[in-house]
């Protein structure tokens, strides 16, 4: 190869031109993708190739067969399961992330991003107000976090009881039990099979999905051993929080590891105006959330944050004597499942460098006033009911039965002016809106309203 050489020129190029292009036409786009799944999968399927191609050509070839098949995140009028957007500050940390392809494990390899991370970590402990001080891992999403959190808890509950899970594995070890929200996201049940931890103890929730604390009290006092329970700071289809400081401290009282799954609700406390929401958040042990959902960076971006770091670093280190070799500032790979890993963290810092605390609130404002809107304009549509009281970035609607819910939400999607997730809550079928995406305007607001107002007149 000649020295003078650009190699990675003419396939960065390429990718420059689709990128920006795909991005500059979401807002008029339809949002869903052209292709269905077995047209995409038609579309794409060759056989392994016998030789070398070009970079630039590949790029230029995936480009062509996967956009058939992109859904538009990116439109300000996707407002399906919980998915964000992304900015372009983020973004393009996110490129530098890929060019630069650190391994960020262990600070000695890459001190730069390790020291970046460590910042971002610090201003998110104090964005959304949890402990300074506490461990923050940066993972794959917050199924991952999740995973992460509840490691170290079972960890600490059974290192409480004199057993060392670490060491001797769960077999032959104490119960440990977990008890969560009836309304949990089913990433948290995920993480708790990935532990050993087996199926959860459901607790009754109100009419907006919040864990109940008196019945977390009753459900906690039925039982006894090592204890796990599993809070929500975000409902997928309320958008509401669990009561913190009762369920905190219901389960502290006896004994109990609190870890909050806040995949998209834990931004609320980095908003002064929906902070109270969140009130006792802090006095929980974990917490998990996103940074690819209510931040609005690319996707590949969870958080993990543990108050005390012993068990986290216990439950994910790399060094079996690590309680002798206790060090403040751990290598990444302490935090987190992976060993090497790209620096993920990095977009973060982007997105906190880029908005600053203000503008961090104005984004989740922006996205429940984007909400607190769709709702209000769906509630004008004859036959809606608004089923949650739109406190976050959820709206939940039915139509007079679900039947004619489903033909509704059947049509939205056909009509492909926006996106929204057909669901089912409190016994109902629901047309689901999530606003994660700082992209939606009020224009997209009315788009989309105006959609299902068609739609609705259609069927
Ligand atoms: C999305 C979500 C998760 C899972 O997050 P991933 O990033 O998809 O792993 C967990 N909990 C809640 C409440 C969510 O909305």
Same mark, same amino acid.
């Given at each position: 190869?000649?020295?003078?050489?650009?190699?990675?020129?003419?396939?960065?190029?390429?990718?420059?031109?689709?990128?920006?292009?795909?991005?500059?036409?979401?807002?008029?786009?339809?949002?869903?993708?052209?292709?269905?799944?077995?047209?995409?999968?038609?579309?794409?399927?060759?056989?392994?190739?016998?030789?070398?191609?070009?970079?630039?050509?590949?790029?230029?070839?995936?480009?062509?067969?996967?956009?058939?098949?992109?859904?538009?995140?990116?439109?300000?009028?996707?407002?399906?399961?919980?998915?964000?957007?992304?900015?372009?500050?983020?973004?393009?940390?996110?490129?530098?992330?890929?060019?630069?392809?650190?391994?960020?494990?262990?600070?000695?390899?890459?001190?730069?991003?390790?020291?970046?991370?460590?910042?971002?970590?610090?201003?998110?402990?104090?964005?959304?107000?949890?402990?300074?001080?506490?461990?923050?891992?940066?993972?794959?999403?917050?199924?991952?976090?999740?995973?992460?959190?509840?490691?170290?808890?079972?960890?600490?509950?059974?290192?409480?009881?004199?057993?060392?899970?670490?060491?001797?594995?769960?077999?032959?070890?104490?119960?440990?039990?977990?008890?969560?929200?009836?309304?949990?996201?089913?990433?948290?049940?995920?993480?708790?099979?990935?532990?050993?931890?087996?199926?959860?103890?459901?607790?009754?929730?109100?009419?907006?999905?919040?864990?109940?604390?008196?019945?977390?009290?009753?459900?906690?006092?039925?039982?006894?051993?090592?204890?796990?329970?599993?809070?929500?700071?975000?409902?997928?289809? *309320?958008? #509401?929080?669990? @009561? /913190? =400081?009762?369920?905190? !401290?219901? %389960?502290?009282?006896?004994?109990?590891?609190? &870890?909050?799954?806040?995949?998209?609700?834990?931004?609320?406390?980095? *908003?002064? #105006?929906?902070? @109270? /929401? =969140?009130?006792?958040? !802090?006095? %929980?042990?974990?917490?998990?959330?996103?940074? &690819?959902?209510?931040?609005?960076?690319?996707?590949?971006?969870?958080?993990?944050?543990?108050?005390? @770091?012993?068990?986290?670093?216990? !439950?994910?280190?790399?060094?079996?004597?690590?309680?002798?070799?206790?060090?403040?500032?751990?290598?990444?790979?302490?935090?987190?499942?992976?060993?090497?890993?790209?620096?993920?963290?990095?977009?973060?810092?982007?997105?906190?460098?880029?908005?600053?605390?203000?503008?961090?609130?104005?984004?989740?404002?922006?996205?429940?006033?984007?909400?607190?809107?769709?709702?209000?304009?769906?509630?004008?549509?004859?036959?809606?009911?608004?089923?949650?009281?739109?406190?976050?970035?959820?709206?939940?609607?039915?139509?007079?039965?679900?039947?004619?819910?489903?033909?509704?939400?059947?049509?939205?999607?056909?009509?492909?002016?926006?996106?929204?997730?057909?669901?089912?809550?409190?016994?109902?079928?629901?047309?689901?809106?999530?606003?994660?995406?700082?992209?939606?305007?009020?224009?997209?607001?009315?788009?989309?309203?105006?959609?299902?107002?068609?739609?609705?007149?259609?069927?």
């Amino acid at each position: 190869m000649d020295a003078d050489e650009d190699v990675f020129g003419p396939a960065l190029a390429r990718a420059t031109v689709h990128a920006q292009r795909w991005l500059a036409g979401a807002g008029d786009r339809r949002v869903p993708p052209r292709s269905s799944p077995a047209e995409a999968a038609r579309a794409v399927a060759a056989p392994l190739p016998e030789g070398p191609t070009p970079a630039d050509v590949v790029i230029d070839e995936l480009a062509a067969l996967a956009e058939p098949g992109l859904m538009t995140f990116a439109s300000g009028r996707f407002f399906g399961w919980v998915v964000g957007g992304t900015q372009p500050a983020p973004l393009a940390a996110d490129w530098l992330v890929s060019a630069w392809d650190q391994n960020v494990g262990m600070r000695a390899m890459s001190p730069g991003p390790a020291a970046l991370e460590d910042v971002a970590g610090g201003w998110l402990l104090d964005l959304l107000g949890l402990p300074s001080g506490s461990d923050v891992g940066f993972v794959t999403g917050a199924t991952s976090a999740n995973l992460t959190c509840q490691a170290a808890a079972r960890d600490r509950v059974l290192r409480a009881v004199g057993w060392d899970v670490e060491e001797r594995g769960l077999a032959g070890g104490p119960h440990v039990r977990v008890l969560v929200g009836a309304e949990r996201h089913v990433s948290v049940d995920l993480a708790l099979r990935y532990l050993g931890l087996g199926v959860p103890e459901p607790v009754a929730v109100d009419d907006q999905g919040r864990i109940d604390p008196v019945a977390l009290g009753a459900a906690l006092a039925a039982g006894e051993g090592p204890t796990i329970v599993c809070l929500q700071a975000g409902n997928i289809h *309320s958008g #509401a929080c669990d @009561p /913190m =400081t009762g369920a905190v !401290a219901a %389960a502290h009282a006896h004994g109990a590891w609190v &870890h909050v799954d806040g995949a998209f609700g834990l931004w609320a406390a980095a *908003s002064p #105006a929906l902070a @109270p /929401m =969140t009130a006792g958040l !802090a006095g %929980a042990d974990s917490w998990a959330t996103d940074a &690819h959902k209510t931040l609005n960076v690319p996707y590949d971006c969870g958080i993990a944050v543990v108050a005390d @770091p012993q068990p986290l670093r216990r !439950a994910m280190g790399v060094h079996a004597a690590y309680l002798a070799d206790f060090q403040e500032a751990a290598d990444p790979v302490e935090k987190t499942p992976e060993m090497s890993r790209r620096a993920r963290g990095l977009p973060v810092w982007a997105a906190l460098r880029a908005l600053g605390r203000s503008g961090v609130a104005e984004l989740v404002d922006g996205l429940v006033a984007h909400a607190r809107a769709i709702a209000d304009g769906l509630a004008g549509i004859e036959g809606v009911q608004v089923l949650n009281d739109v406190v976050f970035t959820q709206v939940s609607v039915a139509f007079e039965d679900d039947e004619r819910t489903r033909r509704v939400t059947a049509r939205v999607l056909a009509d492909g002016e926006t996106w929204m997730s057909g669901s089912h809550w409190r016994d109902r079928d629901v047309l689901r809106v999530s606003v994660s995406n700082a992209a939606t305007t009020d224009a997209d607001v009315e788009r989309a309203v105006a959609a299902v107002r068609r739609a609705a007149e259609a069927v």
